[in-house]
Nanobody, 115 residues
Framework: QVQLVESGGGLVQAGGSLRLSCAAS????????MGWHRQAPGKQRELVAV???????SYADTVKRRINIARDNAKNTVYLNKNSLKPDDSAVYYC?????????WGQGTQVTVSS
């Protein structure tokens, strides 16, 4: 059974930086792509970034100049580094383990950016 636990969220001022972490249980983390998503109040959950098992990355156009996704297979952890944060970045951030046809989600971590 896969479990994903996000951490690193909190309150940050606009222009600041944040590093989110997602720790995964299980032995097959390194074989699967991982994604970060976010959901703001009243909005649909949206994909922010994806990293393949081999380390290839892809980013949403709205944030790609301000974020970086990385993974540490030895720690079963994926990271999301965000800088130049804006109030519009406020959302619950979720990590996802992509194992077709299944998807596994964490419980989310709240990020609030104050202006």
């Amino acid at each position: 059974q896969v479990q994903l636990v996000e951490s690193g969220g909190g309150l940050v001022q606009a222009g600041g930086s944040l590093r989110l972490s997602c720790a995964a249980s299980g032995s097959f983390f390194r074989f699967n792509a991982m994604g970060w998503h976010r959901q703001a109040p009243g909005k649909q959950r949206e994909l922010v970034a994806v990293i393949s098992s081999g380390g290839s990355t892809s980013y949403a156009d709205t944030v790609k100049r301000r974020i970086n996704i990385a993974r540490d297979n030895a720690k079963n952890t994926v990271y999301l580094n965000k800088n130049s944060l804006k109030p519009d970045d406020s959302a619950v951030y979720y990590c996802r383990l992509i194992a077709p046809p299944d998807n596994y989600w964490g419980q989310g971590t709240q990020v609030t950016v104050s202006s």
